[in-house]
């Protein structure tokens, strides 16, 4: 069983999940744990695409997004999260009034992390999956992130 983020960690991280461009997009952070991050996003007319669908870039951004901050729920405060490999698979079309991802790690290794996100679009009362997808992520430590590091 993963230890559980101090009080602090977990405002800290609901907050830094919602900086530039996620902020740009809208994303807003919900529950946390170990391991685990969920986000939402109410869709708004920008978000869709010429045929009224959430665009799927923003579903992958979302999904993406969201993992990454499931792994920094089980690294202490000096190491950073990565992408290194992003797979997807869009199940349906999202069109509702909102979304809703889950994300979790699946495995954890020193270094290298996987973690697997969901998304569901909101329906009125109901919630669809609209797609799945499996993240793997590169913990590091921020001193090599440096701008005379890259």
């Not at 230890?3 to 919900?30: V, W, Y």
């Not at 870039?57 to 993406?64: P, V, Y």
């Not at 495995?107 to 797609?131: C, L, N, Y």
Request: with cysteine.
């Amino acid at each position: 069983m993963q230890k559980q983020p101090t009080p602090e960690r977990l405002a800290f991280l609901q907050n830094d999940f919602q900086r530039g461009f996620i902020k740009f997009c809208g994303f807003q952070a919900g529950s946390i744990g170990p391991g685990l991050f969920e986000s939402t996003l109410v869709i708004r007319e920008n978000h869709k695409t010429q045929d009224n669908f959430v665009h799927a870039g923003l579903i992958a951004t979302m999904s993406d997004h969201t993992a990454g901050y499931a792994a920094y729920t089980l690294v202490p405060d000096s190491i950073r999260i990565l992408t290194i490999e992003f797979k997807i698979n869009f199940l349906k079309p999202a069109y509702g009034s909102a979304l809703q991802c889950r994300s979790e790690v699946i495995s954890q290794g020193k270094q290298i992390i996987v973690a697997q996100s969901t998304v569901f679009d909101i329906r009125d009362t109901q919630e669809k999956m609209v797609s799945k997808s499996t993240i793997t992520l590169m913990a590091l430590d921020a001193e090599k992130l440096t701008t005379k590091n890259r």
